[in-house]
């Protein structure tokens, strides 16, 4: 089952009473402001600023932590992959190949700000529903085709893993074990090919639905947004931190100590 990332928007906090379409321009910019910055010391800033947000959003930390696994998961071999093959000077060498301690620098460097980044994004959709998201991401003018693909594919991604399990009960039911096998090679062909047709067709049938009742390639919906001034608050404080990551980013961090970091 995926991680259906609003299974928790109910939770009461400040970040779920924060009008949708405030909370996705601040933190969403505050996410596009770390991703610039390029010094350790501020990075671990913005680790920690997503974190509070993360801590202000009420989420469960086992459902946070059940995704961070896997993110991580695959960010670890870059302190492998980077140290080994960075282009610069080596300080020594590991088993004939060169280690860089610039290439270390580089991947703490890309395991923290993406961590900060993913932490972010938990925020801002883990703390409202998701289709309200999308529909206050259509509110700040963002492609209608864009939002509609994007709230289309995490709505059934759902459905597509349901048919799948659906498809291996009634394999399992007929007597099908995974081997490692020409005959077991063959059935997972066929069974992915059967499930992209099923897909498809499920597709047809759920737009042509659509189109009977009335959908022209928009959002038609009830919700009304309505923003305070805390809402303007908690914007303003976030696009601050913000603009003080990249300032200081573009002025060279805090301390000469810490300059070798850099």
Same mark, same amino acid.
């Given at each position: 089952?995926?991680?259906?990332?609003?299974?928790?928007?109910?939770?009461?906090?400040?970040?779920?009473?924060?009008?949708?379409?405030?909370?996705?321009?601040?933190? $969403? %910019?505050?996410? +596009?402001?770390?991703?610039?910055?390029?010094?350790?010391? &501020?990075?671990?800033?913005?680790? =920690? /600023?997503?974190?509070?947000?993360?801590?202000?959003?009420?989420?469960?930390?086992?459902?946070?932590?059940?995704?961070?696994?896997?993110?991580?998961?695959?960010?670890?071999?870059?302190?492998?992959?980077?140290?080994?093959?960075?282009?610069?000077?080596?300080?020594?060498?590991?088993?004939?190949?060169?280690?860089?301690?610039?290439?270390?620098?580089?991947?703490?460097?890309?395991?923290?700000?993406?961590?900060?980044?993913?932490?972010?994004?938990?925020?801002?959709? $883990? %703390?409202?529903? +998701?289709?309200?998201?999308?529909?206050?991401?259509?509110? &700040?003018?963002?492609?209608?085709? =864009? /939002?509609?693909?994007?709230?289309?594919?995490?709505?059934?991604?759902?459905?597509?893993?349901?048919?799948?399990?659906?498809?291996?009960?009634?394999?399992?039911?007929?007597?099908?074990?995974?081997?490692?096998?020409?005959?077991?090679?063959?059935?997972?062909?066929?069974?992915?090919?059967?499930?992209?047709?099923?897909?498809?067709?499920?597709?047809?049938?759920?737009?042509?639905?659509?189109?009977?009742?009335?959908?022209?390639?928009?959002?038609?919906?009830?919700?009304?947004?309505?923003?305070?001034?805390?809402?303007?608050?908690?914007?303003?404080?976030?696009?601050?931190?913000?603009?003080?990551?990249?300032?200081?980013?573009?002025?060279?961090?805090?301390?000469?100590?810490?300059?070798?970091?850099?």
């Amino acid at each position: 089952m995926p991680l259906d990332i609003d299974r928790y928007s109910h939770l009461a906090s400040p970040l779920q009473r924060w009008d949708p379409r405030f909370k996705l321009l601040s933190l $969403g %910019s505050f996410a +596009f402001g770390v991703a610039l910055v390029k010094t350790l010391p &501020l990075a671990l800033v913005a680790l =920690l /600023v997503a974190l509070i947000l993360l801590k202000l959003s009420s989420l469960p930390y086992h459902f946070i932590a059940h995704a961070m696994k896997w993110i991580i998961f695959f960010l670890l071999p870059f302190f492998l992959i980077m140290p080994l093959s960075y282009p610069g000077e080596a300080a020594y060498h590991i088993l004939g190949l060169p280690f860089a301690w610039e290439g270390l620098r580089l991947a703490t460097l890309i395991f923290i700000k993406a961590n900060a980044i993913v932490l972010t994004t938990f925020a801002i959709f $883990g %703390s409202s529903r +998701f289709d309200i998201s999308m529909i206050a991401l259509q509110h &700040l003018k963002c492609p209608k085709v =864009l /939002v509609q693909m994007t709230l289309f594919t995490y709505r059934y991604t759902f459905v597509f893993l349901e048919e799948m399990k659906r498809m291996q009960v009634a394999m399992r039911a007929r007597g099908f074990v995974l081997k490692t096998d020409m005959y077991t090679l063959r059935t997972m062909g066929n069974f992915v090919g059967t499930l992209l047709v099923r897909s498809f067709e499920r597709t047809e049938r759920v737009y042509n639905a659509m189109l009977s009742k009335g959908y022209q390639g928009e959002f038609h919906t009830l919700v009304r947004f309505k923003s305070d001034r805390s809402d303007y608050i908690k914007a303003v404080i976030v696009l601050g931190i913000t603009i003080a990551l990249l300032v200081g980013d573009l002025s060279g961090g805090f301390t000469p100590a810490i300059q070798g970091w850099y």
